[in-house]
């Protein structure tokens, strides 16, 4: 049963944690700042979690069985098929917006249908016919929603975007008829029950295990009035998270800012080339243009000496979401608030956060809290020491003013030019984007043995969009790797991976189709495309998400590939980011894109020594982000707060700086509005746990491709999906529980 799952089991779905088969991952982090200063972060939000998003969450109700545009035959819908090109990949060249609704129908019927067979079986449960059976369930829809919710993220339009405001709450509904079916939960809860004598694998019991508490969780059991009303909220909460993630995009979308020759004061080259075609392809042909994508406004923050043009791009930066009009989303972020609160009450949870994080790795609120609190004290005190030293700059060069939020990019800048002698801009042409893909190769094939052939013949979505087939060291297929690199209008802000198709056993292999999506910049004419070090990493971090899936070595799609807790999710992705920081890899793969040399080894030692750079406004900027969402979710009772209001007094009791603002404001926050993230922002910090002290192992043994500790990490984490319990999968790989110090150490905290 696909779509509807759960699997990963966040809320994704605004609370309801649904979980889609086709997850993505998306990424936030704060910045695990490389020497190069800024933060790394990214944003991301992928088709899973904005599949989740609507799976979830939502209201409306369009009649099912109503299609929303013109009406081609179901015989001849493309995404109905069975898909016989190579590697069963999905027939891009065919399939047009019209398709979509129709299929959605189709697929949701014929699921429908075979799950209610299940609830209708007269036979006594088995494993067999109750939870192998819901696994077999669903997959045209989880044909139809992979291809949909992937281009909804990276080649929207129009059209696909009124589909998915139309099929969120649908979608949503049909969730609710699945996992509130009294009939089905019955079969289920009896297997449970009776467990010891079904002579299940391990893997059969946590499968089974998992579905018992997904339909626990999703409100079976409850009392008629209880479900009914659960259902009415996750409908609408899908919608509004279709909603929020939408204004998004388009205050994002509607805002440009045009520079002329004498606005490029302290710009770099690689910026100026690109800001010109982005002016050029925006029809300003001659101009240069700053946009709202962190690929344009970050590095224009960190390099443009005009003082006044950085603080115009901040607000509005700072100001998506909250500008008035039909794109505001205070209400809704109120309104998702206010559902989610009931939706816990209703389940018996004190608060949202509760109910949310019970099923995670932290397991409570407190647990998360602990972490983010032991993190923000000392990131504060580093970010006040930052502070002042730039004010010193600012000072220096006579300026009369406090340092504030559009200034610190661009004063760090100064400070590690000045400290650590090198900028940014000298680092980035050692940093091509193709060479980087291939270091990511490189490593996947150091310690998985893992080979990658580029394919021509299959033609996918958008022509910047490539193909690779993975191979296994025995030379057998392993999965089909595409790769959306570049930055375009129609692309959601951010970088995520997401699946075209899962992997699973149950019937035979079927091998997975994964997808990394980012929003590079793409180079000057005839220029290659080249990165800053936070870009290479971000490449690093979904890559790893993209090993997660494409590793995944299970029967059941409930539990392949990414389908683990938020919190353990970010573990392979931000492991995978270590490789790309090792001097050895940057020796390879880092050559200037003009002479083809090596980055010198001065540069590298420059590098590597500032790594802890900045590393306070880094925690700061995220800490604050986490710490609002947690607190917004701990609250038992929100009735339509102001959350713009309540985001400000949290930070002043945080006690917040001045000179900082969150990683993400409310009004624009997608991963705990959009993106199954909601009281779990958290989560990447208590991954970068886990990958800190995880990448140690690698460090103690002397070689970072260790092919012992390598094939734990592979066996225990990157094949192992949700098919066992989290803290017994690190432990396994690590040989102890994991230790909060190596993170402590990166930042440079543990003084
Ligand atoms: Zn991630």
Redo the contacts with the bound molecule.
Sequence with gaps: MSSPQSAVREDLFGGAEASVSNKA?????FGRTNGVGQNTC?D?FGAWSIKCARILESPGLSPIGQPLMTTPSIDTNPLLEDWTGPFEAPPFERIEPSHFRPAFDAAIRQARAEIDAVAADPDPPTFVNTVEALERSGRSLDKVAGVFFNLAGAATNDEIQAIEREIAPILARHRSETYLNDALFKRIDALKAGQEKLGLSAEQARVLERYHLDFTRAGAGQPPEAKARLAAIAERLATLGAEFGQNVLADEKDWLMLLDESDLDGLPDFFIASAARIAAERGHAGKYAVTLSRSSIEPFLQFSSRRDLREKTFRAWGQRGENGGVTDNRAIAAEMVRLRAERARLMGYETFAHYRLADTMAKTPRAALNLLESVWAPGVVSARKEQEALQEIVAAEGGNFEVAPWDWRYFAEKRRKSEFDFDEGEIKPYLQLDRLIEAAFYAANRLFGLSFAERFDIKLYHPDARAWTVTGRDGSPVALFIGDYFARAPKRSGA??SQFRGQKKLDGPQLPIVVNVMNFAKGGEGEPSLLSFADAQTLF??FG?ALHGMLSDVTYPLISGTHVPGDF??FP??IYENWMEQPEMLRRFAHHYKTGEPMPEALLDKLLSARQFNQGWATVEYTASALVDLKLHLNPSPDMIDVVAFERQELARIGMPNAIAMRHRTPHFQHIFSHGYSAAYYS?LWSEVLDADGFEAFEESGDIFNPVVAKRLRDFVYAAGGSRDYEEAYESFRGRRPSPHALFRKRGFEA
Excluded: N
């Design positions: 991952r998306c990424k936030a982090r990214r991301l995520w991976m971090h979904e998400h999710v970010e992705s931000q990447y």
